[in-house]
């Protein structure tokens, strides 16, 4: 079975510093991998998205990385602002017959505080 | 561009109401898929719609149903709610498939209770 786990499942950080989340998968074939953020109440809004041949990739403050072989994931978020307070979400796309379904981790919640 | 819009945002119903949720999109998308989100628990497929005209089950879609009206918009049924649907609701679109790195655009959502 398709599975996504993250880590750690929550975390608080003081404003300013860096972290690392982490991301786990066994979903296969793979076909990408995509981080997500999600404000309290809101739909989730796509940060980046990964492909097999692809082992990092930057959309501003945060930077993915991505390791076929171990299947492994991280999110590196740098000098954290209390704007990015919101929960983080792993997902992962298959290739094959469910070629519209995606694996969703749990996700974690970060809590930035001045 | 309003991006995906869903309405209600939020309901309440009794066991055994019916209701339908509704989901619009501008972006010319051609795909477009309803979600559900329960603590503690990743997001859940219902329901998803590749292209105008055709639907099909996703992980979970025992006790819903849906159409695809048109291009734009896509809703989701729940004929006679339970309990158990309590959740929230999310309706994303995409330009294709999850295959294809596309990238999925997520509405606001839908808070429903049911009692």
């Known amino acids: 079975k398709n599975q996504v786990e993250q880590s750690p499942q929550s975390l608080i950080i003081l404003e300013g510093k860096n972290c690392t989340l982490q991301?786990?998968?066994?979903?296969?074939?793979?076909?990408?991998l995509r981080w997500y953020k999600q404000d309290t109440g809101r739909g989730p809004v796509s940060l980046t998205i990964m492909t097999f041949s692809e082992n990092t990739k930057s959309n501003g403050r945060y930077t993915a990385t991505l390791d076929a072989d171990t299947k492994q994931s991280s999110l590196h978020i740098t000098a954290s602002q209390l704007s990015d307070s919101a929960s983080y979400i792993c997902v992962v796309s298959a290739k094959g017959a469910g070629s519209y379904q995606l694996t969703f981790g749990k996700g974690t919640k970060l809590s930035v505080i001045p | 561009n309003a991006g995906v819009t869903q309405t209600p945002k939020f309901q309440v119903l009794k066991t055994g109401q019916s209701m339908t949720l509704q989901c619009a999109q501008d972006?010319?998308?051609?795909?477009m898929y309803w979600y559900r989100q329960d603590p503690g628990m990743g997001l859940r497929l219902i329901y998803y719609s590749a292209s105008e005209g055709t639907t099909d089950k996703g992980e979970v879609p025992n006790g819903y149903n849906v159409s695809r009206l048109n291009k734009r918009e896509f809703s989701l049924r729940l004929e006679s709610a339970a309990p158990s649907q309590t959740s929230v609701y999310f309706c994303?679109?995409?330009?294709?498939?999850?295959?294809?790195?596309?990238?999925?655009?997520f509405g606001p959502g839908t808070r429903l209770t049911v009692t």
């Open positions: 994303a679109s995409s330009e294709g498939g999850t295959v294809l790195s596309y990238e999925q655009y």
């Open positions: 972006m010319n998308h051609n795909s």
């Open positions: 991301c786990n998968y066994t979903v296969s074939p793979f076909s990408n």
